[in-house]
């Protein structure tokens, strides 16, 4: 029997504030909204020429619980490290905090790294390239960069 072909399609987030999470993700990926809704059910789609990337559900108060199972961050690969630069400008605008300070690798002499954040509503999230970081500094040692230590 073959293994099926899996390919991670759309990320529904829930958020506490919907106009604030569009605007945060709109300024970050340049992403369209593609469909809102219209009744008090407040949610939105984001993406790219008519791709869905992010789903934002209003449906929560507080904070992402780091502490509690579930999703640990989510990763965006962009294609090289200036596009990582890139988003780390637009995050620094947006007046976002760091995990870590600045470009960092994966771990201790790896070609991939990037950078670590949270969303206006802690998610975590990373944006990396897959090549180019080397001589980056790894933040952790003996351990991954993307454990948001």
């Known amino acids: 029997m073959s293994k099926p072909a899996l390919k991670t399609g759309h990320v529904a987030l829930n958020v506490t504030d919907l106009d604030r999470s569009i ?3 709109e300024a970050l990926f340049a992403f369209d909204v593609l469909a809102r809704s219209k009744d008090e059910r407040a949610w939105a789609l984001l993406g790219n020429e008519g ?16 502490a509690l199972p579930g ?7 962009v294609a090289d490290v200036a596009a990582v630069r890139a988003a780390e400008q637009t995050l620094k605008g ?3 905090e760091f995990a870590y300070d600045g470009i960092v690798a994966h771990g201790e002499g790896a070609p991939s790294g990037g950078v ?3 969303d206006p509503d802690g998610v975590r999230l990373e944006i ?12 952790v040692p003996d351990a991954p960069t993307c454990g948001f230590f």
């Open 128 to 139: 990396y390239a897959t090549t180019g970081v080397d001589g980056h500094p790894a933040p």
């Open 116 to 118: 670590f954040f949270n």
């Open 71 to 77: 999703l640990h961050h989510l990763s965006f690969e």
């Open 94 to 96: 947006l007046g976002v």
């Open 51 to 66: 791709v869905l990337s992010i789903a934002l559900w209003q449906q929560s108060d507080g904070e992402f619980p780091t």
């Open 23 to 25: 605007a945060f993700y």
